[in-house]
């Protein structure tokens, strides 16, 4: 048996989760990053996976479920995760779980985690942080004791159908030209081609998704979010969403 940890995480949070849940198992371990892998795969009976979603507006990115639409599984055992900034998960959850089952996986377990919120950064500060961790970690043992059981997925996920309408935020990425060093990284990894190959400066945000990966790669800091819809909505959002959420687990 193998383990393939299957992500989109362009802040990294998620990422990190399905590694801290991934580190409990003994078996050998893949990456199958989807924020680069866009192509068909498919999974065997001898499988496991590990899938992890960042949430945006309530959703799983646009992005991110175009790519996850293209794997596919053979009764593969699946372990299923949102991960979003302390403000709400809306129906990812669910969404990630119905494409999962329809795709022909197995889920046997599913969470939604909570990780700093990579757009107003003074929510979530420095999570997942040690107790979010501990929490992952005995998470983790339970699915391999269902794993090892055949016992699927017996839990009711929260959510609604249809799910709530997918919403792209109105705010401004930009970069500041004084800081950019044309190093290209912010253009090879926007999974929406949005940057122009021959000028990081620019960007199209009528096809970006907001999903901050550009912003995140940037070791100069030179892309961030700004215009007056962002710094008007910051420290509403950021009061609004301060008391701490705690991660949920269905088996
Ligand atoms: C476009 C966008 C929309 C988001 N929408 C939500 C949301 O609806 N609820 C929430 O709690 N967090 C939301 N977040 C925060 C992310 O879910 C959270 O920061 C997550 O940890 C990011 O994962 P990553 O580090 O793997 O990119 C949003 C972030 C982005 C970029």
Redo the contacts with the bound molecule.
Sequence with gaps: MKITKI???????????VGELASSFKQKQEICDLLFFNASKEFTQDDIVIV?M??????I?KTARERLLKLTGNNTKAIAV?????????D?LLELVDILKENNFDVVAAAST???????DG??VGRPDDEDTEKISEFAEKCMEKVESGESLQSEIPGNTPYVDYKQ?PFVVSCDESKCVFCYECISVCPEKAIPDDDPVDIDLDSC?????CI?ICEENARSFTGEAFEAKKPEFESA?SKRKEPEFYL
Excluded: E, M
Excluded at 54 to 59: D, I, K, Q, S, Y
Excluded at 82 to 90: P, W
Excluded at 114 to 120: A, C, N, Q
């Design positions: 992500f989109f995480s362009p802040s990294g949070t998620t990422r990190k989760v992890g960042p949430v945006f507006a309530g959703r990115p949102v991960n979003y900034g302390n403000a709400h998960v809306g990812a909570v990780s700093h919120h990579s757009i107003f929510v979530a935020l998704s907001r999903c901050t990966a995140y969403n």
